[in-house]
């Protein structure tokens, strides 16, 4: 998989929104791009992910750039319940093995 | 609903000693998958299994065996522990592991095994 840059951490206050941004310069046309987060002794949970075009769900927003070279998740309103590591990730889907590799991720303090 | 569920939460081992951690998903899922993470780290693909009856070595499998015993259930041995493998070890599981399907797809972890050897 491809090699994503994320800054180590990242404070926010609660209820604001917070933009957790991932430089992936390598991504190849093939390379999903997926987000984890994992909250404090528990395993990395699924957030969401998106291949070109921007993507909502429930917990978040993933804004992907034209070029594709960097991305953001977009929390809306952070509680302290989000308060954990989030890892951005590249997975290929070209029909090739298809790990996950995870980096250090952004670690993300919510504050009152 | 379960998900992935490990077993046990907690061990502690003297080196040499022999142990397996267990996993069993319930989400019909073909691909199950074992990760170690250690302190400040992100987490390391031990082994993998795309499908029952298949096995394959991940990034950091020496020291290590496992076993797709059935679907739904994954195991992690460890034959001699060493004080290196002291680590927090998940389990996960996905629907497809490769291809077109495989990228799109999440994989689902448990809660960990917290494995302290001494």
């Known amino acids: 998989d491809a090699k994503t840059t994320q800054p180590n951490s990242m404070e926010s206050n609660e209820e604001e929104p917070v933009h957790l941004p991932c430089n992936h310069s390598t991504i190849s046309g093939t390379d999903y791009i997926h987000w984890y987060r994992q909250l404090p002794s528990q395993g990395p949970e699924y957030v969401i992910h998106g291949l070109t075009s921007n993507v909502n769900n429930r917990m978040a927003s993933l804004a992907i750039a034209e070029d594709r070279k960097s991305s953001t998740l977009i929390l809306h309103r952070a509680t302290l319940r989000d308060a954990a590591v989030y890892y951005c990730?590249?997975?290929?889907?070209?029909?090739?093995?298809?790990?996950?590799?995870f980096g250090t991720g952004t670690r993300l303090q919510v504050t009152l | 609903n379960a998900g992935v569920t490990q077993t046990p939460k907690f061990q502690v081992l003297k080196t040499g000693q022999s142990m397996t951690l267990q996993c069993a998903q319930d989400?019909?899922?073909?691909?199950m998958y074992w990760y170690r993470q250690d302190p400040g780290m992100g987490l390391r693909l031990i082994y993998y299994?795309?499908?029952?009856?298949?096995?394959d070595k991940g990034e950091v499998p020496n020291g290590y065996n496992v076993s797709r015993l059935n679907k739904r259930e994954f195991s992690l041995r460890l034959e001699s522990a060493a004080p290196s493998q002291t680590s927090v070890y998940f389990c996960a599981s996905s629907d497809v592991f490769s291809g077109a399907r495989g990228g799109n797809q999440p994989q689902h972890f448990g809660d960990g095994t917290r494995l302290s050897i001494l």
């Open positions: 299994s795309a499908s029952e009856g298949t096995t």
């Open positions: 989400m019909n899922h073909n691909s």
């Open positions: 990730i590249l997975r290929d889907h070209s029909g090739t093995a298809s790990k996950l590799t």
